[in-house]
């Protein structure tokens, strides 16, 4: 039972969001650029919310808080991953190490994070189904504007259309390795929670902090700033509905 519901869950965030983005990708440069930069503050958001609403506090509930350092472990995990991959999203048509990143870097980057949000998807279904599901379309908002970047650089290095929202969407079913994995962990020892909970916590602080915030500060605009705020907080304020 739970595992159809985080297979579908998985499938609407990493395959769905590859779909979503090759029918986003007939929009116009420029409208396309501000949607996606309201799509990654809504999303920054739930990712935050999810961390700290939602995985840490479990976490912390069955373990104590020593669990933070496998938090910070965790950040680390995912900078040196970072390092090593170039995986990092850009939306930015000129980004230096986006085209420094070979298209097959990139794919490989790509699969190794979708089945880390496979663990997270499957975590938030072991927290809770309401959490499992809202998790799911939070993952889906952060891959949408980065499935748009993948198929947008692929294309750019000679790859038809087609081909490279193909190729994304295998990508994506890596998703159901990381959830099976997790699902698997989980089921085997109880103890396996809190770590699951905690690493994915990571993984989604690294994304909202070092990706998707970041590409919001390349303009200072009032009234888009306070855009940008109400969707973060309305991205947490969703994450809490879900968890109470
Ligand atoms: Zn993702």
Redesign the pocket.
């Known amino acids: 039972m739970m595992f159809t519901a985080v297979l579908i869950a998985v499938l609407i965030?990493?395959v769905g969001s590859v779909l979503a983005a090759s029918l986003m990708l007939r929009i116009k440069d420029e409208k396309l650029h501000r949607y996606l930069k309201n799509i990654n503050a809504f999303a920054g958001g739930t990712l935050l919310g999810a961390a700290f609403i939602g995985m840490l506090p479990k976490a912390i509930q069955i373990t104590g808080y020593t669990i933070s350092y496998y938090v910070l472990g965790g950040i680390l995990f995912f900078f040196l991953l970072e390092k090593i991959m170039l995986w990092r999203m850009c939306s930015e048509e000129h980004c230096e190490r986006r085209e420094k990143a070979s298209a097959l870097m990139l794919m490989v980057g790509d699969t190794f994070?979708?089945c880390?949000?496979g663990v997270t998807i499957a975590a938030a279904f072991m927290y809770s189904q309401s959490f499992g599901i809202v998790m799911a379309f939070s993952?889906f908002a952060?891959?949408l504007p980065?499935e748009i970047g993948d198929v947008g650089v692929m294309v750019h290095s000679g790859f038809s259309k087609r081909k490279a929202i193909m190729y994304n969407v295998y990508s994506g079913l890596a998703a159901i390795v990381g959830a099976v994995l997790a699902l698997y962990a989980g089921s085997y020892t109880q103890h396996a929670l809190p770590f699951i909970l905690a690493f994915s916590a990571a993984g989604l602080l690294y994304?909202a902090l070092a990706d998707l915030i970041p590409e919001l500060h390349h303009k200072a605009n009032l009234s888009e700033s306070v855009l940008q705020l109400a969707l973060l907080l309305l991205g947490i304020g969703v994450i809490i509905l879900s968890v109470v």
Do not use: A, F
């Open positions: 965030g990493n994070h979708n880390l949000d993952i952060h891959e980065q994304i």
